[in-house]
């Protein structure tokens, strides 16, 4: 079911299903709740799920802000609010990812666990040492759908899972919304690392074996952060696991949250 909200003067569009403790899964850059279209209906079977779409994308407004981890931090906070939802489960895909685990460090009472998969955070030294050519990339990636969504995918063929998605690539509003977001990921934190180690909630990471934007091996960074935090690496899987290997995805996730308890 698709329902509307209005978050800190926002109309924000998200979908909502299930019925019981509440979860919420957080798209990641240029993307949109459609991302989670695989995963809504088998974790609403257990959990009453929800998934926004971020101030920006999708259906929701897309304000000329200063857009950012941080921004959608607090958007996280006003948006539980708003919706009644003051301790829920959250899922967090990319950028989500990162929004999700400063969030936990920030919120532990309105957190009952976390799953970060392929989550930005630390910027990865290829990246840092060649800004110029990056941004020059994404000014062709968000205009093509297509060059768009092949560095997130292991598999080409797997971009018909996303062909009813919203992405950056429909208004300029959402473009100039994901160059920001842009800037945000790729700004150095030197507070991150602590971010991660002051995170109380358990914790899954969840990371495609072959994601083309960031190491698997960044993973290991994580779990050597967050005590106690589990690690699933998925074969033949790129950025979006929750898209190409879905199925296994969701296993994962429920297997996670009923080991945890709600």
């Given amino acids: ?49 929800y998934a926004p779409d971020l101030p920006g994308f ?61 989550p930005t955070g630390f910027v990865p030294e290829s990246l840092s040492r060649n800004k110029e050519l990056y941004n020059a990339f994404l000014g062709l990636m968000i205009r093509s759908r297509r060059l768009y969504c092949r560095p997130m995918l292991h598999n080409s063929a797997n971009m018909r899972l996303l062909e009813d998605t919203q992405l950056v690539t429909d208004s300029k509003e959402s473009r100039d919304a994901f160059v920001k977001n842009c800037k945000s990921i790729l700004r150095y934190d030197g507070s991150y690392a602590g971010t991660l180690m002051a995170i109380s909630a358990p914790a899954l990471i969840i990371w495609g074996e072959d994601d083309l934007l960031l190491p698997a091996e960044d993973a290991e960074k994580y779990r050597g952060l967050i005590a106690g935090s589990k690690v699933k690496l998925i074969e033949r ?16 996730v429920l297997s996670f949250f009923g080991g945890i308890g709600h």
Wanted: net charge negative.
């Fill in 58 to 118: 999708g259906l929701s407004d897309k304000p000329d802000l200063d857009y950012g981890v941080d921004y959608y931090v607090g958007f996280l906070k006003e948006f539980m609010d708003s919706i009644g939802v003051h301790k829920a489960s959250l899922v967090g895909n990319s950028m989500g990812g990162a929004v999700v685990a400063k969030f936990a460090a920030r919120c532990p009472d309105r957190v009952a666990g976390i799953v970060l998969s392929d």
């Fill in 237 to 252: 899987s790129g950025h979006m696991p929750n898209v190409e290997t879905h199925a296994e995805f969701n296993a994962a």
């Fill in 1 to 49: 079911m698709e329902e509307y909200v209005e978050v800190g003067g926002l109309r924000i569009h998200y979908m909502v299903e299930g019925s019981g403790s509440a979860v919420i899964l957080v798209h990641g850059n240029g993307l949109s709740a459609g991302q989670w279209k695989l995963n809504i209906s088998p974790l609403a079977k257990y959990y009453k799920v």
